[in-house]
């Protein structure tokens, strides 16, 4: 079973910064082996992928956050982030962090919402402008 628990949203202003943290906790977990990446849903609208990070450390990255927000990740400390910067109102949503099981060998792409079989409970981004 893995954990993961989201933190770092808030309100910011257009054009700020902001960073999100997931924490994985579980018996025995790591986060090597995974998919893992970044799931938003504003009110009354879909979730959307945002971004993932491949178990060899490629990312991908929605079109609209492209060359504003990064996903780095610390193995050692078992920890996800978000890196969103030059924010827009459009970004305003809950955001989750997602992971996959060790064994999903198929594409981690954002767009693949059904491999990510762990989501945290998610925390609030919103963008005023």
């Known amino acids: 079973q893995v954990q993961l628990v989201e933190s770092g949203g808030g309100s910011v202003q257009a054009g700020g910064s902001l960073r999100l943290s997931c924490a994985a906790s579980g018996n025995g977990v790591t986060i090597t082996r995974r998919c893992m990446g970044w799931f938003r849903q504003a009110l009354g609208k879909e979730r959307e992928g945002v971004a993932t990070?491949?178990?060899?450390?490629?990312?991908q990255y929605l079109d609209s956050v492209k060359g504003r927000f990064t996903i780095p990740k610390d193995n050692v400390k078992k920890s996800l982030y978000l890196q969103m910067n030059s924010l827009e109102p459009e970004d305003t949503a809950m955001y989750y962090c997602?992971?996959?099981?060790?064994?999903?060998?198929?594409?981690?792409?954002?767009?693949?919402?059904?491999?990510?079989?762990?989501w945290g409970q998610g925390t609030q981004v919103t963008v005023s402008s």
């Open positions: 997602v992971a996959t099981r060790t064994d999903y060998s198929g594409n981690c792409e954002p767009r693949t919402a059904g491999a990510y079989n762990y």
């Open positions: 990070i491949a178990k060899d450390g490629t990312t």
